[in-house]
């Protein structure tokens, strides 16, 4: 019969047996999760490449064996890495597949990015997300540069391409992780309501201004259809008719983008012509059927109803970002601002470059950004203003003011703090504590405040229960035994329990102004 120390030992041992197969379990599901992170991307991305390349050459009916240089050199075109054909360097790089490459990095980190991992784990899935499309863009460089004898393309820079990759990835993968964790971010960082209320406005606004640029893409492609049509037509076959279509809905979003910085009031230059809301000056454009909704004529004064947009975005911006406090309001326009103004300038040096001899095809990038950050920031400074002067406002930032004068006029803590918040309160609940007045427990188990175990209040007859259940019945007291006698302790408590109610009620009171 075996012995309680034996048992004891065996089952030591097997909590340890099972520990240790939980622990290499939950290793090696990490390593996997890593490795999809790292390659899932990339195989999805190539395997569609290679479908695509490889179509193109059965309908050209050209042979199989430039088809590795020409996978290679489309995920570095997919990355915006210029490509040199001939001679000739094409640097404006269709965005569509950039931005659905870089959205499934995002999705892939922040999938991987649990709440229970640690800072090291993080890491490990950043620089897994970036890792695995750095291998396959040296691989196709490698590719490129062997295969130069079948296609007639030089080899990029290897500085620019790796910077390319990592860029796109990283930033990718890195808002993924933000975005996963952000709550956590906030309280590490300390970031306010009213920076966060900037950020999701700031985006609000691109959001906005991109989708009326696609609307307005897409009235000009029904209006100027018959051109489209005639570019499209030149591709004489049912082969150049597909590759000249799908050429086009590649763009989109590169013209999107610039038809957007159009309305915000920058000139889109193509070689030597260039469109505005004011001004357009005609000139050669490559053969994209897409271009066809470029207008050959300026619209002279009715190209000011442009700016209505921006303009309308602006004002909607700033009325959400209102706030009692004026400098919460400031601050919340001026992140929506310098936000929208980033990523319009990011969308836009992506979406432009060198096209051979068309020359450089694009916008002014400081032009658009200056621009976007103006239209927010002067509109949200003018409708706080007006927001800030209106009696409304005035009134209830008064009542708060003089609400918090009624309930601490008395407050030894002495707040003065407007914005404090559920982290930031030192009073929750620890007045008992400080003043030891809840210190001794009773042989019952319950707590009754220092120095009163033998005083009137002692739960004799059950008053001390509901005073402690907000029952008491003072009135019944002041009646029967005169307030004078009841104890200053009790008092003080009394006062306690007030100063604590305040403080709950300053706290959503502030709470909800400054959210």
Avoid at 28 to 53: C, K, N, W, Y
Avoid at 209 to 224: H, K, N, S
Avoid at 308 to 327: E, F, K
Wanted: charged share 20%; hydrophobic share 45%; aromatic share 6%.
């Amino acid at each position: 019969m075996p012995t309680p120390t034996a048992d004891t030992l065996a089952s030591r041992l097997r909590q340890m047996r099972q520990h240790s197969r939980a622990q290499r379990s939950m290793v090696d599901g990490s390593a996997r999760e890593l490795i999809v992170v790292a390659f899932a991307v990339p195989v999805l991305t190539m395997v569609a490449t290679v479908v695509a390349v490889l179509a193109v050459l059965l309908f050209a009916s050209s042979g199989l064996e430039g088809l590795p240089p020409a996978v290679s050199a489309v995920w570095l075109a997919i990355h915006q890495v210029p490509i040199t054909i001939s001679g000739v360097t094409i640097g404006v790089l269709p965005l569509l597949p950039t931005l659905a490459v870089a959205i499934g990095t995002g999705r892939m980190a922040a999938s991987a990015a649990a709440p229970e991992r640690s800072g090291s784990e993080l890491a490990a899935v950043f620089f897994s997300a970036v890792g695995g499309p750095l291998l396959v863009t040296a691989l196709s460089l490698a590719v490129v540069m062997d295969g130069a004898s079948v296609l007639p393309m030089q080899s990029p820079p290897a500085l620019i391409a790796f910077a390319y990759t990592v860029g796109i990835h990283a930033g990718a993968a890195l808002l993924g992780i933000l975005w996963r964790r952000r709550r956590w971010c906030y309280e590490r960082f300390a970031i306010t309501p009213a920076i966060r209320r900037g950020v999701r406005n700031g985006s609000i606004a691109v959001c906005a201004l991109l989708t009326c640029a696609a609307l307005l893409v897409l009235v000009r492609l029904v209006q100027r259809w018959h051109v489209v049509g005639d570019l499209i037509a030149t591709g004489n076959d049912f082969d150049g008719y597909l590759g000249l279509t799908a050429l086009s809905v590649l763009y989109l979003p590169n013209l999107v983008a610039g038809t957007a910085g159009i309305l915000v009031g920058a000139d889109v230059h193509v070689g030597t012509a260039s469109v505005g809301l004011l001004d357009v000056r005609g000139g050669p454009v490559p053969p994209v059927p897409v271009l066809g909704t470029l207008p050959g004529t300026g619209v002279g004064t009715l190209g000011v109803i442009g700016f209505v947009i921006p303009l309308a975005i602006g004002v909607v911006v700033a009325l959400r970002c209102r706030d009692l406090d004026p400098m919460a309001n400031v601050r919340s326009v001026a992140v929506a601002g310098a936000f929208a103004a980033t990523v319009m300038a990011l969308l836009l040096v992506i979406s432009g470059g060198q096209l051979g001899e068309f020359g450089d095809v694009g916008i002014t990038i400081e032009t658009a950004a200056v621009f976007t950050l103006g239209w927010i920031v002067v509109t949200g400074l003018i409708v706080a203003l007006i927001h800030g002067c209106l009696p409304s406002t005035r009134a209830a930032r008064l009542d708060v003011v003089e609400d918090d004068d009624d309930w601490f006029v008395d407050d030894e803590y002495g707040y003065e703090d407007d914005y404090l918040t559920e982290d930031d309160d030192p009073y929750v609940y620890d007045q008992y504590e400080q003043d030891d007045q809840y210190d001794d427990e009773d042989e019952d188990g319950e707590y009754e405040p220092d120095g009163h175990g033998d005083s009137d209040l002692s739960d004799t007859d059950g008053e001390y229960d509901d005073y402690l259940d907000g029952e008491y019945d003072w009135e019944h007291v002041e009646s029967d035994a005169g307030i004078d006698e009841i104890d200053d302790s009790d008092t003080a408590a009394r006062k306690s329990d007030r100063k604590g109610v305040a403080t709950l009620l300053r706290r959503g009171r502030w709470g909800r102004v400054h959210r």
